[in-house]
């Protein structure tokens, strides 16, 4: 597991329990709160900054697939 991938991790498991405790007590924190957000959200754009995404590889219009044609022959 990289550096990037354990920093991540502890960002999005750290907000979100920094959100729940706060939440949780009969007089809530707003700060508090809006901080373990913010560290949650930040965990998450990280680690979805990482995902490549599914239309980066460049589609094939058909199924056919050509060979490559020699020096001698002629299309």
């Not at 706060?22 to 007089?27: F, I, L, N, S, V």
């Not at 508090?32 to 959200?41: E, V, Y």
């Not at 590889?57 to 022959?73: A, G, H, L, M």
Request: aromatic content about 8%.
């Amino acid at each position: 597991m990289t550096i990037s991938r354990i920093v991540n991790l502890i960002c999005t498991i750290g907000g979100g329990i920094v959100a729940i405790y706060a939440q949780a007590g009969e007089q809530q924190n707003t700060y508090l709160l809006i901080g373990g957000i913010i560290l949650l959200m930040f965990g998450i754009y990280r680690t979805s900054r990482n995902i490549p995404s599914k239309f980066e590889t460049p589609k094939e219009d058909t199924f056919v697939k050509s060979e490559p044609i020699d020096k001698d022959e002629k299309r």
